[in-house]
Antibody, heavy 117, light 113 residues
Framework: QVQLQESGPGLVKPSETLSLTCTVSGGSISNYYWNWIRQPPGKGLEWIGYIYYSGSTNYNPSLKSRVTISVDMSKNQFSLNLSSVTAADTAVYYC???????????WGQGTLVTVSS | DIVMTQSPDSLAVSLGERATINCKSSQSVLYSSNNRNYLAWYQQKVGQPPKLLIN???TRESGVPDRFSGSGSGTDFTLTISSLQAEDVAVYYC?????????FGGGTKVEIK
């Protein structure tokens, strides 16, 4: 069973770049779609985007100008960069697996990122 | 974008009673070539990530109790908990995967009355 774990800074300053990594264990990052999803405190879920192991990506248009998702197959990891952050980007960030452009299962435990000076 | 609208925002149900959650999509998520509805349901307990319950609108994931069932087609869907248990207290989300951007409903909070 694939397991995912997010890691990265819990505090980012406004206008800077949020960078997170998701480490995949219990399986290979080859195949499947590797997603980032976020959830502002007390609010609902927003899909950020995914990367296929081959490197092709699909981003939510609402964030596309600021998002980059990349994959490092040698480390079995994929990463999220979100630039020019504001307080509105404060959220729990989850990584999750998709069989295709589909449902998400499983999910990582999530990591809270706060944007504040 | 396909907008997913859930109702109600919250509901309180007595233990052992039925809970019904509705999800409506702004356009059909039924793919005519395979007659499948591209809709999933998740359960999120406090402090935990969402857990997949159902995909293809009505297919329960392995290990999900059979008191959870999904129904509907096209634009209108329902998640039913036939006999609410204490461990079912959670927020439930629907999600469409018919097209990108992949989108979620706003969530329905289920509590014990």
């Amino acid at each position: 069973q694939v397991q995912l774990q997010e890691s990265g800074p819990g505090l980012v300053k406004p206008s800077e770049t949020l960078s997170l990594t998701c480490t995949v264990s219990g399986g290979s990052i080859s195949n499947y779609y590797w997603n980032w999803i976020r959830q502002p405190p007390g609010k609902g879920l927003e899909w950020i985007g995914y990367i296929y192991y081959s490197g092709s990506t699909n981003y939510n248009p609402s964030l596309k100008s600021r998002v980059t998702i990349s994959v490092d197959m040698s480390k079995n990891q994929f990463s999220l960069n979100l630039s020019s952050v504001t307080a509105a980007d404060t959220a729990v960030y989850y990584c999750a697996v998709g069989v295709t452009s589909s449902w998400f299962d499983p999910w990582g435990q999530g990591t809270l990122v706060t944007v504040s000076s | 974008d396909i907008v997913m609208t859930q109702s109600p925002d919250s509901l309180a149900v007595s233990l052992g009673e039925r809970a019904t959650i509705n999800c409506k999509s702004s356009q059909s998520v039924l793919y005519s070539s395979n007659n499948r509805n591209y809709l999933a349901w998740y359960q999120q307990k406090v402090g935990q990530p969402p857990k997949l319950l159902i995909n293809w609108a009505s297919t329960r994931e392995s290990g999900v109790p059979d008191r959870f069932s999904g129904s509907g087609s096209g634009t209108d869907f329902t998640l039913t908990i036939s006999s609410l248990q204490a461990e079912d207290v959670a927020v439930y989300y629907c999600q469409q995967y018919y097209s990108t951007p992949l989108t979620f409903g706003g969530g329905t909070k289920v509590e014990i009355k």
